[in-house]
């Protein structure tokens, strides 16, 4: 089976981008499609644990998007009224000169991760996706929607929760569920002493402030909503206030604050693991195309950069495709799962409203189990 040199990656998302800055730093030729016209970004910042620190140093991106972050070092626990439960020291896993955690900006991360992508030669179109597409085993034959074709060695589904590569590896076996839950996401000035990532513990839900800058940080607040119901845009400042009522402190005082609707961003939680691999022969899925999870843990980026940097090791590694791919699955398979289920058992006990369930016990759990070499 001839080697991989020719890649196409279908998403210009975290894991694509990723996957292409990883290909390309081993040698390969990239092009990466992306079905939006144009680079729009989803969301408002994002947390990079301490393992993801440590990969993103891998790739050669950490230092061109530190001075647009926020470093912090802590994880910290607390009640609805703002009463300390639990401090969790963060890890240095990208070494003793890299920070923790870093929370940056979604449209910061994006720009520093497209941009590089860009700069190291892979060949990036917009307003482009994938029409057909038919391997033989040598090769893939791609045919896009401007009528264009391709023939690639592999090609990388990094194409989200709703993937069209899923659909045409697997069928309908694979749908998004939705879970019970949504997330709320809402921007504020920084508050000085929220320097490190502060989450709040409920009978209602789970919310938490995440530093971004110096003067940035973001509320992120889950909660349950059964029927998946249709929020009125409109409405969703207020309807994220009602939603914060069990809180009090710093987030009750924030509460107040949410009085326009625009700038609340509201997501329901959609989850999908594929249960085998994640390839058949030379087409291969990564990051939420394989594995979307909820934000519980805030590993679904994490795992699609890992995704994306253990791809490019194993591409350079010998052995041929289907060697490479399988020991790919062996590194990433179960580790994935792991951060799949944990997460999705924290929302359900929040649904539950389990008042039991050990909530700093699995924050540690996933700590430890990400701090191991992957």
Not at 13 to 25: D, E, K, Y
Not at 144 to 160: E, K
């Amino acid at each position: 089976m001839k080697p991989v040199n020719k890649v196409l990656i279908v998403g210009g998302g975290i894991g694509g981008l990723c996957a292409a800055i990883s290909l390309r730093r081993q040698g390969l030729d990239v092009d990466l499609i992306e079905l939006k016209p144009q680079w729009t970004v989803y969301g408002v910042g994002i947390i990079q644990q301490s393992n993801v620190v440590r990969e993103m140093a891998r790739l050669g991106v950490l230092d061109a998007y530190l001075g647009a972050a926020y470093a912090f070092e802590d994880v910290a626990i607390y009640g609805p009224q703002g009463q300390t439960l639990a401090r969790i020291p963060g890890q240095r896993l990208a070494g003793p000169e890299y920070p923790a955690n870093v929370g940056i900006s979604r449209l910061a991360l994006h720009h520093v991760l497209s941009d590089t992508a860009a700069a190291l030669g892979a060949r990036i179109r917009l307003g482009l996706a994938v029409q057909s597409l038919e391997q033989d085993g040598e090769g893939v034959d791609v045919g896009f929607t401007d009528g264009s074709q391709g023939r690639y060695d592999l090609v990388v589904g990094a194409d989200g929760l709703y993937s069209q590569i899923r659909g045409l590896l697997f069928g309908d076996r694979y749908q998004p569920r939705f879970t019970g839950q949504a997330v709320w996401r809402h921007n504020f000035p920084r508050a000085p002493h929220i320097d490190h990532l502060a989450n709040f513990q409920s009978a209602a839900g789970n919310a938490g402030l995440v530093p971004l800058a110096g003067d940035l940080m973001y509320l992120f607040l889950t909660s349950h909503e059964p029927d998946n119901p249709w929020m009125e845009p409109g409405t969703l400042a207020e309807q994220m206030r009602a939603r914060l009522a069990g809180f009090g402190g710093l987030i009750g005082e924030l509460r107040e604050q949410i009085q326009d609707s625009a700038q609340v961003v509201y997501k329901p939680m959609e989850v999908v693991f594929v249960d085998e691999p994640w390839y058949q022969g030379r087409v291969l899925l990564i990051g939420d195309a394989a594995h979307a999870t909820t934000p519980h843990l805030g590993q679904g980026a994490g795992m699609a950069i890992e995704d994306a940097v253990v791809l490019g090791e194993e591409l350079s590694r010998g052995g041929s495709l289907a060697d490479q791919l399988q020991r790919f699955m062996a590194r990433r398979f179960e580790r994935c799962k792991f951060i799949s289920e944990q997460s999705i058992l924290a929302g359900d006990k929040e649904i539950a409203r389990d008042h039991g369930f050990d909530r700093i016990g699995l924050v540690k759990g996933m700590l430890a189990r990400t701090a191991e070499p992957i």
